[in-house]
């Protein structure tokens, strides 16, 4: 299917998820306003009323990665109604409180706290279900550009709505239509086919997961860090031109050049986006930003402000696909949170420091000023160290001609670069092999792509018999000399295919498939999995190991190879529900050496499923 808005809407369980979760987010974009006008109204105090939305915000804020944990750990379904239940019953009560002048401040700002705590984050859920909704890396661009415009046309939108109920009725019924919008849209979220009822990582413990993604964190905190200082910038340059009314034009200016620039982003881009091009999306904002200062007139600052948001929504969407991309599902709720947290941040913080600058600095200045983090994070996000490969001991030279080739010379492929190297591999065995295969009773093996036989003759002194493929005659040659030399040749016969050819003959007791990885549009990678499952004997297991994104490093690299998570693997299987168990499904990190040298940690997956003795 050729990718594009319609087809990503017309995705089982898209529609009817994205529409509920854009009600919970229209929530966020009422209630804000409604409860500054009504704090303001109950209170008859703008300094009250801002200290109070300051306490809702900052703690909603600082614990936005807290819930994000329980949802990872636990899962929306658990976590979602309860925590929208009662963030709705806080809202409903300070509306009731602020229907009319003299609520008391201090109950007032326990309310705003506990209200703060509660914030279901609909946004970041919402997010983070697109990467299971959607396969294809090219419909998955496309959704979160949808994601971000629409998150924007929201906090347009509704803040129009909770003026329109203040003027009409009172700022209190903007602040009960909040409670209910977030009802309906987050609950309706929750129950969608799309939710899992039950997160892989909560089935079984494993190593803690880094979850901040230091990267996209920074480009979208100076980004923010832009649009924080906007406002009052425009409302002092507008004030100075004699024309106060057009500082709504510039708001609209920057809100408009978000939304075509993030809908183009999402139609044309066409490849998988890295800290590169993160680093080129963010210094266009800093550097007209900065020009914007110098403008003659209101006009041309209008003309300014929208070139800034033409680059605003490209630089939130490639944030979030680095932070999906480079995070391991068990982890990509917190991950998302933190980069929301980050856009926060930096709108807060540019929007207090833009204050200070106004009252001591010309406006020039201050434009220059507000514009400096966006301008000089390309430097410092091109500076970071990069995060990491399943590597051998020693750095490898990277052949030159690419895994994701459009090739039906695979055979001679990996006998040069078998050629290029006296090993290309570590001669050690997948560490997650050992961990799942060490207490199984040993019988017959399969080891599909063994490579230059480290998993084959780990099994081999274990007692298995094992029959090890490659396509590599180079790699074939050099595993059985490997097997000689630790004396189990007589335990493993090497056999060379083509996997998107031929199959091995034969059940088997334990059938293993460590990081067989193809393009999508070479080697049939499903099919070949299947066959291993269907060559597993009565009682027998089949593993399947793989790389669960692409090196942290670069994630630009194979763009168009399957790296599916290990549920992804599982649905692919199509396993009987009654004659098969899974008994491990889930990411996990692992230690490795870059090719530049230095150890860095990658995320990969394995499946472990058993079938059932006759």
Known sequence: MTASYASVLRTPH???????????RLSYGTVFLSLTLAFTASTG????????MALLGLTGAALSPVRAALIDRHGARRVLPPMTAAYAALLTVLAALTWRPGAPVPLLGVLCVATGVCQPPIGVVMRTLWRGLLQDAAHLRRAFSLDTVSEELVFVTGPLLAGLLAAAVSPSLGIALSAALIIVGVLGVAASPAVPPRPAAARREGPRIRAFAPVPAIAVAATGFALGSTGLLAVAFTERHHQPAAVAWVEAAIAAGSTLGGLAYGAL???????GRLAVLVCPVGLVLAAAGLAPSVAVLAAAAFTVGLFVGPTFTTAFLITDATTAPPARTRAVAWISTSVNLGISAGSAATGMFLDALPLPLCYALAAAPAALAPALLLSLPKPQQSSPDAPVKVHHRAMDDDTTERQEYWDARYAEHDHLWSGEPNAMLVQEVTDLDPGTALDLGCGEGGDAIWLARRGWRVTATDISGVALDRAARHAADAGVADRVDFQQHDLGVSFPEGVYDLVSAAFLHFPKEGVPREPILRAAAAAVAPGGTLLILGHAGPPPWDPDAYPSAELPTAAEVL?????PGDTWDVLYEGEHERVQTAPDGR????TDSTLKVRRRPT
């Not at 898209?14 to 919970?24: D, E, K, N, V």
């Not at 881009?269 to 800290?275: L, V």
């Not at 649905?571 to 396993?575: G, I, K, P, T, V």
């Open 599 to 602: 150890t860095m940690t990658r």
């Open 571 to 575: 649905a692919s299987l199509r396993l």
């Open 14 to 24: 898209a529609l009817r998820t994205f529409t509920l979760a854009l009600l919970g």
């Open 45 to 52: 105090s703008y300094a009250a009323a801002g200290a109070l």
């Open 269 to 275: 881009s066409r490849t998988a986006p890295g800290r």
